[in-house]
């Protein structure tokens, strides 16, 4: 037996190309004392990969070269010197784009229950870390309220999609960007979003003009995804007291000049508002709560959440790529066994 492993060789200057990583076969590991070998079925690609692959400082030690891009996975329990996992367990974790990941005592590594999921998948998307991020950052960071506006960017995305439809079920009216008339239909025919509106080829002063439009009042939230020139655009339709609740900047991550940074950020002293930084690991221990709200509501048929999977270790580069191409249409997941 062997583990394909996708590596990190080299750190990307700007858009990662196929010279960064090198596909390799290696020895399936043993357990040691107390840990776990895991052999993943599906892997997340989410844009948080492609900063942990810079060596500069973040929530989260860059990855090291040599070694397998970070991942969040889904797989069973393959071998175990752990009296609390038994073989064939199911269990999601923080491991790597590799077929075996061993998980060290004490890991981010739990058991799940996956008798009454579609595919064991969700633990990715809906009841994972898209379900959760769009639902503790909108409730939590964004403390929305019946009658409010809320603003997505990065609408169509996994987790852009998902706070849409929450918007909506807390009463709100929620409007949406994306790249293309297809993602736009989208919003409107899948998500339920009120309007939708297409960024592309239009300069900040024409973005803006758009969101004006739809929110003549502002937007009391910002769910922003995107960055650069996006956010700059909402900045200058904020509600009194708008609340902006920053989970990405995808527009940026693969600049080879840096960041460029909020040109408009001036508007959160006109508009007193406030702009708060969100990472879904601060919500942890209350995952459960998050949970069993988004599980009831799909049962409820009031949330949608859409997987796009890209089957085949050897297709994680091309697979990676379509987060920044726009290509994915839902969660992207790579499948892996």
Not at 269 to 283: N, P
Not at 324 to 336: M, Q, T, V, Y
Request: charged letters at 20%; proline letters at 5%.
């Amino acid at each position: 037996m062997s583990n394909r492993r996708f590596l990190l060789v080299r750190r990307p200057n700007g858009m990662p190309v196929p010279e960064d990583f090198s596909l390799r076969d290696e020895a399936v590991p043993q357990p040691a004392p107390g840990s776990i070998i895991v052999k993943n079925y599906f892997a997340s690609l989410d844009p948080a990969q492609r900063g942990w692959m810079d060596d500069a400082p973040s929530y989260m030690p860059p990855i090291r070269l040599g070694d397998p891009v970070r991942a969040t996975t889904v797989g069973r329990v393959h071998g175990s010197a752990n009296k609390d996992f038994a073989v064939g367990d199911w269990v999601v974790g923080l491991n790597a784009i590799e077929e075996y990941s061993i998980v060290a005592p004490g890991g981010f590594t739990s058991k799940i229950d996956v008798s009454g999921v579609p595919s064991p998948s969700y633990f990715l998307s809906a009841l994972g870390a898209v379900g959760l991020t769009a639902y503790f950052g909108l409730l939590e960071g964004g403390n929305p309220q019946a009658g409010e506006t809320v603003l997505v960017s990065a609408a169509a995305g996994a987790v852009g999609s998902v706070v849409g439809q929450i918007a909506k079920i807390k009463g709100c009216r929620a409007i949406g960007i994306a790249g293309g008339a297809t993602k736009c239909r989208r919003l409107i025919a899948d998500y339920g979003f009120d309007v939708a509106i297409d960024y592309r080829n239009k300069t900040v002063e024409q973005l803006s003009a758009e969101i004006a439009a739809a929110a003549p009042g502002g937007a009391n939230i910002v769910f922003e995804n995107v960055g650069g020139d996006i956010l700059d655009a909402a900045l200058m339709n904020l509600a009194l007291q708008a609340r902006i609740v920053l989970c990405g900047l995808i527009s940026e991550y693969n600049s080879p000049h840096g960041k460029t940074g909020a040109r408009n950020i001036w508007q959160l002293i006109v508009k007193r508002a406030t702009m708060r930084g969100f990472l879904i690991a601060d919500y942890v221990p209350r995952f459960a709560e998050g949970g069993a709200q988004i599980a009831q509501w799909i049962a409820q048929k009031r949330l949608r959440v859409d997987e796009h999977t890209v089957t085949g270790i050897e297709n994680a580069y091309d697979a990676f790529m379509l987060l920044f191409k726009g290509g994915n249409d839902g969660k992207l997941l790579l499948k892996i066994a």
